[in-house]
């Protein structure tokens, strides 16, 4: 059930609202720390959203950060405010499984510089989020922990990899989360959990303490509730890491303010193939409707023609698959049986990729950037559905047993591989609900580094619409 | 670029060090195959200039919106 709710509860408030409530003591970090605690106890036995829940050290920090704010000490914009991530951000100190049986004991020995910068800024913790084993599944299954549940419809699928976040942020047991997109790892449980949720640009965020599983595609960010909430996380997370020869240098443009801008006089391209081929007719409804809300506020729409995507999709899966796979090598050889199937299988594609093959995929990723640049140089922005579908069924899309799986997958990921493959930025947006209650997300597609136009536009079509803002009900 | 058969998978993975049986193999050449067969019309096609850094360079370079057609 679909209910658009306006409450007093704290834990129901926006990432912004909640820390400006804090630092001007309308609302104590405790009282923030309380309410997503209560959501999480109410929620966590439907979803298993969560990989470790912290109450008392998550009470303790919040009281610690009430005493520290009556003293006059405010450690920065989000000071006093819970946070849970996906659970393979290092925390030093913390467990960090990676949704794997063989990290099940990993205990990190730094902190990542992802979530340092979110400390740095005052975020507290209240646990760790579930997740696909080593962010290698798109739908939200996990063989040792479970799969994680679509608050929305508890027998569909979140989607992956950060199905932990999606789901957490859906109900409202954290303000926001991070996450990592390799394929889509961030943009399809924000589709289907019907939340905001931004990957960033190869090279935008550090990724130093992140689990790796492709060194060319991975990128940090954040899933929440609005754009606007997304600019302020992006805002405390971005910028050049001694940690991380990959994160470019240079200055931090300001995306809260970009956050605050309209969309008029902008030029916003739909593609005319690949996007828009093969749609549930409930997707091409709802992206007729949002093209619509687009031209309400002032946006014009123009059709765009792009390179064929179908290469890019495929150059995608090339270098995922052999990146993944060096990666994971010692532990295939080593430690096969503490896989799951699935992912153990996915790896194993790998092994069949000669070098050449890789390089010469790696070597076209330039030219295949130049020219989705020039289809795109009339556009601020390309908009398209992350998904051709809702979700799914967790029984319908589970790998184990169903002969369609595989094919489910495909089709899962046909919007969103092609992007990683280009390190292009792109803002999954809510933009409407199927008939059945399910969420629907629309991508926004930039030009590199240029997060800031599309939370401009996400946060504008947020202030004008409310899909956003809606919440499960706990039934 | 051609879709590795079983058998050659199965060499080149015995090659990185990580064994596969026949059946394996085979699986993954149904898996990745469609892969190759999508960058297919790419491969064998670039130029000698070019290297993967290329694509930080284009990455990096300022792309400002032109007017619509």
Request: include cysteine.
């Given at each position: 059930?679909?209910?658009?709710q306006?409450?007093t509860?704290?834990a129901?408030?926006?990432?912004t609202?909640?820390?400006?409530?804090?630092?001007e003591?309308r609302?104590?970090s405790?009282?923030a720390?309380?309410?997503c605690l209560?959501?999480v106890?109410?929620w966590?036995?439907?979803?298993n959203a969560f990989?470790?829940i912290e109450?008392?050290?998550a009470?303790?920090?919040?009281d610690a950060?009430?005493a520290?704010?009556?003293?006059g000490?405010?450690?920065?914009?989000?000071h006093?405010?819970p946070?849970?991530h996906?659970?393979?951000?290092?925390d030093?100190?913390?467990?960090v499984?990676?949704?794997?049986?063989i990290?099940?004991?990993?205990v990190a020995?730094v902190?990542s510089?992802?979530?340092?910068?979110?400390?740095?800024a005052?975020t507290i913790r209240l646990?760790s989020l579930?997740?696909a084993e080593?962010?290698y599944?798109p739908?939200?299954?996990n063989t040792?922990?479970?799969?994680?549940?679509?608050?929305w419809?508890?027998d569909?699928?979140t989607?992956?990899s950060?199905?932990g976040?999606?789901?957490?942020?859906a109900a409202r047991l954290?303000?926001?989360?991070?996450?990592?997109d390799?394929?889509?790892?961030?943009?399809?449980?924000?589709?289907?959990c019907?939340?905001?949720?931004l990957?960033?640009t190869?090279?935008?965020?550090?990724r130093a303490?992140?689990?790796?599983?492709?060194?060319s595609?991975?990128?940090?960010g954040p899933?929440?509730?609005s754009a606007?909430?997304?600019a302020?996380?992006?805002?405390?997370?971005a910028?050049?890491?001694?940690e991380?020869p990959?994160?470019?240098?240079?200055?931090?443009?300001?995306?809260?303010?970009?956050a605050?801008q309209?969309m008029k006089?902008?030029?916003?391209?739909?593609?005319t193939?690949f996007y828009v081929d093969d749609?549930?007719?409930?997707?091409?409804?709802?992206l007729?409707?949002?093209i619509?809300v687009?031209?309400?506020?002032g946006a014009?729409i123009v059709?765009?023609e792009?390179p064929?995507?179908?290469q890019?999709t495929?150059?995608?899966?090339l270098v995922l698959a052999?990146?993944?796979a060096?990666f994971?090598?010692?532990?295939?050889?080593?430690?096969p049986?503490d896989?799951?199937?699935?992912?153990?299988?996915r790896l194993q594609n790998g092994?069949?990729?000669?070098?050449v093959?890789?390089?010469?995929?790696?070597?076209?990723r330039?030219?295949?950037?130049s020219a989705?640049?020039a289809?795109v140089a009339?556009v601020?922005?390309?908009i398209?559905?992350v998904?051709p579908?809702?979700a799914?069924?967790i029984?319908?899309s589970?790998?184990g047993?169903s002969p369609?799986?595989?094919?489910?997958?495909?089709?899962?990921t046909?919007?969103?591989?092609?992007?990683?493959?280009l390190?292009l930025p792109?803002?999954?947006?809510?933009?409407?609900?199927?008939h059945?209650?399910l969420p629907?997300g629309?991508?926004?597609?930039?030009?590199?580094?240029?997060?800031?136009m599309?939370?401009?536009?996400?946060?504008?079509f947020?202030r004008?619409?409310?899909?956003?803002?809606?919440?499960?009900?706990f039934a | 670029?051609?879709?590795?058969?079983?058998?050659e998978?199965?060499a080149i993975?015995d090659?990185?060090g990580v064994?596969?049986?026949?059946e394996?193999?085979?699986r993954i050449a149904?898996?990745?195959?469609p892969?190759f067969?999508g960058?297919?019309?790419?491969?064998?096609t670039?130029?000698?200039d070019?290297?993967?850094?290329t694509?930080v360079?284009?990455?990096a370079?300022k792309?400002?919106?032109?007017?619509?057609?």
């Open positions: 059930m679909n209910v658009h306006m409450s509860e704290p129901l408030m926006s990432l609202s909640i820390a400006q409530a804090i630092a003591k609302l104590s405790r009282e720390t309380q309410s209560d959501r106890a109410q966590q036995p439907r979803l990989m470790a109450a008392e050290e009470l303790a920090a919040a950060a009430d520290a704010l009556a003293k000490n405010n450690d920065g914009a989000l006093g405010v946070l849970a996906k659970d393979m951000y290092y030093a100190g913390k467990v499984t990676c949704g794997s049986r990290r099940r004991d990993f020995t902190n510089t992802a979530l340092q910068r979110l400390k740095d005052g646990g579930q997740m080593f962010a599944g739908t939200g299954h040792h922990y479970g799969p994680v549940h679509n608050p419809h508890v569909h699928i989607g992956g950060s199905s976040s999606g789901a957490a942020v954290t303000f926001a989360a991070l996450g990592s390799t394929g889509g790892s961030i943009r399809m449980p924000a589709h289907f019907g939340v905001t949720g990957k960033t190869v090279g935008r965020i550090s303490g992140a689990m790796p599983l492709s060194q595609l991975d990128t940090v899933l929440a509730r606007e909430d997304c302020l996380l992006l805002a405390l997370m910028g050049a890491d001694p991380d990959t994160a470019v240098t240079g200055p931090v443009p300001d995306y809260n303010a970009a605050r309209s006089g902008l030029t916003i391209g739909v593609p193939a749609l549930d007719a409930e997707v091409a409804r709802i007729d409707e949002t619509a687009l031209k309400r506020e014009h059709q765009v792009l064929d995507q179908r890019l495929a150059a995608c899966q052999v990146e993944a060096a994971h090598k010692r532990w295939m050889i080593e430690r049986q896989y799951g199937p699935q992912v153990l299988m092994l069949a990729i000669p070098g093959s890789y390089l010469e995929v790696m070597r076209w330039g030219p295949a950037l989705h640049l289809a009339g601020d922005a390309v398209a559905p998904a579908v809702a799914p069924t029984a319908e589970d790998v047993n369609n799986a595989e094919a489910v997958i495909q089709r899962l046909r919007f969103t591989r092609p992007i990683n493959y390190g792109s803002l999954a947006i809510p933009v409407g609900f199927t059945s209650g629907v629309m991508q926004l597609i930039g030009r590199s580094f240029d997060e800031a599309l939370l401009r536009i996400g946060a504008a947020q004008a619409t409310d899909f956003h803002d809606r919440i499960p009900k | 670029m051609t879709r590795p058969t079983p058998k998978i199965k993975a090659v990185a064994a596969v049986s026949i394996v193999a085979t149904n898996s990745i195959g892969a067969e960058f297919a019309p790419v491969a064998g670039l130029p000698l070019l290297e993967p850094a694509f360079v284009v990455q370079a792309t400002p919106k032109k007017a619509a057609k």
